[in-house]
Protein backbone atom coordinates (compact mmCIF):
# COMPACT_ATOMS: atom_id res chain seq x y z
CA UNK A 1 0.00 0.00 0.00
CA UNK A 2 1.17 3.15 -0.91
CA UNK A 3 1.95 5.25 2.27
CA UNK A 4 2.17 9.36 2.43
CA UNK A 5 3.17 9.93 6.05
CA UNK A 6 3.00 14.34 7.01
CA UNK A 7 4.95 15.33 10.07
CA UNK A 8 2.33 16.88 12.43
CA UNK A 9 -1.64 16.25 12.79
CA UNK A 10 -2.00 19.40 14.75
CA UNK A 11 0.56 22.78 14.33
CA UNK A 12 -0.03 25.76 16.62
CA UNK A 13 1.88 28.66 15.28
CA UNK A 14 2.28 32.32 15.80
CA UNK A 15 2.28 34.89 13.55
CA UNK A 16 5.18 35.32 11.98
CA UNK A 17 7.05 32.73 12.84
CA UNK A 18 8.61 30.07 9.73
CA UNK A 19 6.59 27.06 9.39
CA UNK A 20 7.96 24.00 7.86
CA UNK A 21 5.75 21.65 7.02
CA UNK A 22 6.87 17.79 5.79
CA UNK A 23 5.76 14.90 3.76
CA UNK A 24 7.07 11.62 2.67
CA UNK A 25 6.28 8.54 0.46
CA UNK A 26 7.48 5.44 0.67
CA UNK A 27 6.06 4.35 -3.13
CA UNK A 28 8.69 6.08 -5.21
CA UNK A 29 6.55 8.66 -7.24
CA UNK A 30 7.77 11.24 -9.23
CA UNK A 31 5.11 13.60 -8.40
CA UNK A 32 4.47 15.19 -4.72
CA UNK A 33 1.18 18.29 -3.85
CA UNK A 34 0.69 20.44 -1.39
CA UNK A 35 -2.83 21.14 -1.23
CA UNK A 36 -4.80 23.63 1.39
CA UNK A 37 -8.31 22.84 2.62
CA UNK A 38 -10.69 25.43 3.14
CA UNK A 39 -14.55 25.31 4.16
CA UNK A 40 -16.67 26.07 1.39
CA UNK A 41 -12.89 26.49 -1.06
CA UNK A 42 -12.23 22.90 -1.71
CA UNK A 43 -8.55 21.44 -2.49
CA UNK A 44 -6.63 24.50 -3.45
CA UNK A 45 -2.96 23.46 -5.10
CA UNK A 46 -0.42 25.61 -3.67
CA UNK A 47 2.61 23.70 -4.83
CA UNK A 48 3.47 20.51 -6.92
CA UNK A 49 6.45 18.99 -7.81
CA UNK A 50 7.31 16.74 -11.31
CA UNK A 51 10.87 15.86 -9.74
CA UNK A 52 13.95 16.25 -7.28
CA UNK A 53 14.79 19.64 -6.93
CA UNK A 54 11.70 20.31 -9.22
CA UNK A 55 8.61 22.44 -8.68
CA UNK A 56 5.81 24.25 -10.12
CA UNK A 57 3.33 27.05 -8.42
CA UNK A 58 -0.13 25.48 -7.93
CA UNK A 59 -3.06 28.23 -7.75
CA UNK A 60 -2.52 30.05 -4.90
CA UNK A 61 1.50 30.06 -4.19
CA UNK A 62 1.88 33.21 -2.25
CA UNK A 63 3.19 33.19 0.71
CA UNK A 64 4.63 29.81 0.32
CA UNK A 65 7.57 28.05 -0.83
CA UNK A 66 8.63 24.58 -1.22
CA UNK A 67 11.76 22.12 -1.13
CA UNK A 68 12.25 18.70 -2.69
CA UNK A 69 15.81 17.70 -2.10
CA UNK A 70 15.08 14.18 -2.22
CA UNK A 71 12.38 11.73 -4.41
CA UNK A 72 10.17 10.95 -0.84
CA UNK A 73 10.52 14.05 0.66
CA UNK A 74 8.62 17.20 -0.41
CA UNK A 75 8.59 20.07 2.42
CA UNK A 76 6.32 23.08 2.16
CA UNK A 77 7.29 26.28 3.96
CA UNK A 78 5.44 29.49 5.52
CA UNK A 79 8.19 31.84 5.71
CA UNK A 80 6.40 34.24 8.12
CA UNK A 81 3.23 32.80 9.09
CA UNK A 82 0.01 34.86 9.10
CA UNK A 83 -3.58 34.31 10.29
CA UNK A 84 -4.88 33.82 7.05
CA UNK A 85 -2.98 30.71 6.31
CA UNK A 86 -4.64 28.44 9.15
CA UNK A 87 -6.12 25.54 7.61
CA UNK A 88 -5.75 22.44 6.44
CA UNK A 89 -3.06 21.04 4.74
CA UNK A 90 -2.68 18.33 2.58
CA UNK A 91 -0.18 16.31 0.91
CA UNK A 92 -0.28 13.81 -2.07
CA UNK A 93 1.87 12.02 -4.74
CA UNK A 94 1.25 10.25 -7.76
CA UNK A 95 3.06 8.24 -10.53
CA UNK A 96 2.63 9.56 -13.83
CA UNK A 97 0.49 7.50 -15.67
CA UNK A 98 -1.50 9.08 -17.65
CA UNK A 99 -5.50 9.17 -17.37
CA UNK A 100 -4.97 5.72 -15.05
CA UNK A 101 -3.09 8.44 -12.34
CA UNK A 102 -4.36 8.37 -8.65
CA UNK A 103 -2.80 10.85 -6.23
CA UNK A 104 -2.62 9.41 -2.48
CA UNK A 105 -3.35 11.74 -0.02
CA UNK A 106 -1.49 12.25 3.69
CA UNK A 107 -3.57 12.49 6.89
CA UNK A 108 -3.88 16.37 6.55
CA UNK A 109 -1.84 18.97 9.08
CA UNK A 110 -4.45 21.33 10.99
CA UNK A 111 -2.26 24.40 11.19
CA UNK A 112 -3.64 27.48 13.39
CA UNK A 113 -1.87 30.62 13.35
CA UNK A 114 -2.10 32.70 16.46
CA UNK B 1 -18.48 29.88 -11.96
CA UNK B 2 -16.14 26.91 -10.25
CA UNK B 3 -14.73 24.77 -13.24
CA UNK B 4 -16.17 21.46 -11.20
CA UNK B 5 -19.30 21.71 -9.29
CA UNK B 6 -21.04 19.50 -7.06
CA UNK B 7 -24.46 19.27 -5.80
CA UNK B 8 -25.76 18.85 -3.21
CA UNK B 9 -23.35 20.75 -0.69
CA UNK B 10 -24.92 18.77 2.39
CA UNK B 11 -27.02 15.41 2.32
CA UNK B 12 -28.60 14.33 5.33
CA UNK B 13 -30.19 10.46 4.57
CA UNK B 14 -31.71 7.79 6.93
CA UNK B 15 -29.41 4.21 6.81
CA UNK B 16 -30.30 2.49 3.97
CA UNK B 17 -31.37 5.07 1.74
CA UNK B 18 -30.00 5.51 -1.82
CA UNK B 19 -27.43 8.59 -1.99
CA UNK B 20 -26.79 10.43 -5.49
CA UNK B 21 -24.22 13.11 -5.20
CA UNK B 22 -23.53 15.02 -8.82
CA UNK B 23 -20.77 16.43 -10.37
CA UNK B 24 -20.90 19.24 -13.21
CA UNK B 25 -17.46 20.38 -14.91
CA UNK B 26 -17.35 22.64 -17.76
CA UNK B 27 -13.52 21.88 -19.13
CA UNK B 28 -12.65 19.21 -21.46
CA UNK B 29 -11.10 15.96 -18.86
CA UNK B 30 -9.38 13.24 -19.66
CA UNK B 31 -10.27 11.70 -16.26
CA UNK B 32 -12.63 12.13 -13.03
CA UNK B 33 -11.96 11.16 -9.50
CA UNK B 34 -14.51 10.69 -6.97
CA UNK B 35 -12.63 10.69 -3.63
CA UNK B 36 -13.75 9.96 0.22
CA UNK B 37 -12.74 12.45 3.22
CA UNK B 38 -13.64 11.21 6.38
CA UNK B 39 -13.68 13.19 9.76
CA UNK B 40 -10.04 13.77 10.20
CA UNK B 41 -8.92 14.52 7.08
CA UNK B 42 -7.53 11.64 5.58
CA UNK B 43 -8.83 11.60 1.73
CA UNK B 44 -8.97 7.68 -0.22
CA UNK B 45 -9.36 7.66 -3.94
CA UNK B 46 -12.43 5.39 -4.92
CA UNK B 47 -13.33 5.88 -8.36
CA UNK B 48 -11.21 6.75 -11.66
CA UNK B 49 -13.64 7.28 -14.58
CA UNK B 50 -13.21 8.48 -18.46
CA UNK B 51 -15.88 7.04 -19.55
CA UNK B 52 -19.41 4.73 -18.74
CA UNK B 53 -19.63 3.28 -14.91
CA UNK B 54 -18.21 1.82 -12.59
CA UNK B 55 -19.17 -0.18 -9.26
CA UNK B 56 -17.62 -0.94 -6.09
CA UNK B 57 -19.41 -3.19 -3.01
CA UNK B 58 -22.50 -0.50 -2.56
CA UNK B 59 -20.85 2.61 -4.52
CA UNK B 60 -21.31 3.25 -8.28
CA UNK B 61 -19.93 5.97 -10.29
CA UNK B 62 -21.15 6.97 -13.87
CA UNK B 63 -20.34 9.80 -16.71
CA UNK B 64 -21.52 11.42 -19.34
CA UNK B 65 -18.59 12.60 -21.27
CA UNK B 66 -21.09 14.66 -23.38
CA UNK B 67 -22.98 16.08 -20.92
CA UNK B 68 -19.83 16.69 -18.73
CA UNK B 69 -21.60 15.67 -15.81
CA UNK B 70 -20.95 12.75 -12.98
CA UNK B 71 -22.54 11.02 -10.37
CA UNK B 72 -22.15 8.95 -7.20
CA UNK B 73 -24.64 6.84 -6.31
CA UNK B 74 -24.79 4.71 -2.48
CA UNK B 75 -27.17 1.83 -2.24
CA UNK B 76 -28.30 0.93 1.48
CA UNK B 77 -26.69 3.97 2.99
CA UNK B 78 -24.89 3.22 6.31
CA UNK B 79 -23.82 5.55 9.02
CA UNK B 80 -20.19 4.46 8.40
CA UNK B 81 -20.97 6.50 4.86
CA UNK B 82 -21.00 9.58 6.78
CA UNK B 83 -17.89 11.65 5.02
CA UNK B 84 -17.24 14.40 2.47
CA UNK B 85 -17.14 13.25 -1.27
CA UNK B 86 -15.60 15.24 -3.67
CA UNK B 87 -14.97 14.99 -7.76
CA UNK B 88 -12.13 16.24 -9.31
CA UNK B 89 -10.84 16.02 -12.91
CA UNK B 90 -7.68 16.03 -14.69
CA UNK B 91 -7.80 17.69 -18.23
CA UNK B 92 -6.89 16.36 -21.20
CA UNK B 93 -3.02 14.11 -21.45
CA UNK B 94 -0.65 16.73 -21.74
CA UNK B 95 -2.10 19.10 -19.31
CA UNK B 96 -0.17 17.24 -16.58
CA UNK B 97 -1.06 15.79 -13.33
CA UNK B 98 -3.27 18.38 -12.28
CA UNK B 99 -6.89 18.57 -10.36
CA UNK B 100 -9.15 20.37 -9.70
CA UNK B 101 -11.36 19.61 -7.18
CA UNK B 102 -15.25 20.53 -6.02
CA UNK B 103 -16.26 21.81 -3.21
CA UNK B 104 -16.71 18.50 -1.20
CA UNK B 105 -20.25 17.28 -0.46
CA UNK B 106 -20.99 16.61 3.06
CA UNK B 107 -22.83 13.57 3.44
CA UNK B 108 -24.75 12.55 6.79
CA UNK B 109 -26.39 8.84 7.00
CA UNK B 110 -28.51 9.14 10.47
CA UNK B 111 -29.41 5.28 11.84
Known amino acids: DVKVTQSSRYLVKRTGEKVFLECVQDMDHENMFWYRQDPGLGLRLIYF???????EKGDIPEGYSVSREKKERFSLILESASTNQTSMYLC?????????????FGPGTRLLVL | KNEVEQSPQNLTAQEGEFITINCSYSVGISALHWLQQHPGGGIVSLFMLSSGKKKHGRLIATINIQEKHSSLHITASHPRDSAVYICAVRGYLGSGSRLTFGEGTQLTVNP
Open chain 1, 49 to 55: SYDVKMK
Open chain 1, 92 to 104: ASSAPTGYEETQY
